[in-house]
């Protein structure tokens, strides 16, 4: 199995400096990873470090919390993707999950898949604060949305596990006879865990452990 293809080398670190993204565009471009993953800031500058490797720019909207106006995460999707960002994650505002607001989050996905046009729109659930049903009725809203992806979390949920296979079995399961993939992340730092998921239904994978996990 080449896992190199599956992730996106993730640096999503609020005290991250400039010599730490050199070392994650070098890294991604030695080991052919799919992609980075990068706050929206530093987009621009991974697409010109980037230009002509075949490795692809992701970012993030309305980070981590999702609690965002549609219209602001909609601006910033626009302004990532002019900056250079080849695919969009955006979060989900799981206040209104939990609320039964399931035409809003439709509505919202809609809008930035909009934006995005060609660009991949992935849809973070955040499932550790999800229960099973909750996670699928989610899957369902982003299928409506016309979302490309589903993913399971941002990483920043204190106590959080991350990415569990049994949930990404379920997101599969779920959205895979739509066309949709899967984006397992959170807590994924191993070859064994890496490889449970994609045989779970991940479809990609989003880490800040990559070069161990292929070595």
Same mark, same amino acid.
Request: glycine fraction near 10%.
């Given at each position: 199995m080449e896992l190199n293809k599956y992730i996106e080398h993730t640096?999503?670190?609020? *005290?991250?400096? =400039? &010599? *730490? +993204?050199?070392?994650?565009f070098k890294e991604a471009v030695e080991n052919r990873f799919f992609g980075v993953c990068v706050n929206p800031e530093y987009v621009e500058m991974a697409a010109k470090r980037l230009n002509g490797t075949g490795v =692809? %720019? %992701?970012?993030?909207?309305? +980070?981590?919390?999702g609690a965002t106006r549609v219209e602001v995460k909609a601006f910033e999707a /626009?302004? /990532?993707?002019?900056?250079?960002a080849d695919? %969009? *994650?955006?979060?989900?505002?799981?206040?209104?999950?939990?609320?039964?607001e399931f035409d809003k989050i439709i509505a919202e996905i809609s809008a930035?898949?909009?934006v995005c046009e060609d660009h991949v729109l992935k849809v973070i659930l955040e499932t550790d604060l999800l229960n099973g049903l909750e996670i699928k009725t989610a899957c369902e809203?982003?299928? =409506?949305?016309? &979302?490309? +992806? %589903?993913k399971t979390s941002t990483g920043f949920v204190k106590g959080g596990v991350g990415a569990k296979v049994e949930d990404v079995k379920l997101m599969y399961e779920t959205v895979a006879p739509h066309g949709l993939g899967v984006k397992a992340s959170g807590g994924i730092k191993t070859r064994y865990s890496a490889q449970a998921l994609i045989e779970a239904g991940a479809t990609r994978l989003g880490t800040s452990s990559g070069v161990a996990i292929v070595s």
């Amino acid at each position: 199995m080449e896992l190199n293809k599956y992730i996106e080398h993730t640096l999503l670190k609020q *005290d991250a400096v =400039k &010599a *730490d +993204f050199e070392k994650l565009f070098k890294e991604a471009v030695e080991n052919r990873f799919f992609g980075v993953c990068v706050n929206p800031e530093y987009v621009e500058m991974a697409a010109k470090r980037l230009n002509g490797t075949g490795v =692809k %720019v %992701v970012t993030v909207v309305g +980070f981590p919390l999702g609690a965002t106006r549609v219209e602001v995460k909609a601006f910033e999707a /626009a302004q /990532a993707i002019s900056d250079g960002a080849d695919e %969009v *994650d955006m979060v989900i505002n799981v206040t209104d999950l939990k609320n039964g607001e399931f035409d809003k989050i439709i509505a919202e996905i809609s809008a930035i898949k909009c934006v995005c046009e060609d660009h991949v729109l992935k849809v973070i659930l955040e499932t550790d604060l999800l229960n099973g049903l909750e996670i699928k009725t989610a899957c369902e809203l982003c299928v =409506k949305g016309g &979302a490309d +992806f %589903v993913k399971t979390s941002t990483g920043f949920v204190k106590g959080g596990v991350g990415a569990k296979v049994e949930d990404v079995k379920l997101m599969y399961e779920t959205v895979a006879p739509h066309g949709l993939g899967v984006k397992a992340s959170g807590g994924i730092k191993t070859r064994y865990s890496a490889q449970a998921l994609i045989e779970a239904g991940a479809t990609r994978l989003g880490t800040s452990s990559g070069v161990a996990i292929v070595s």
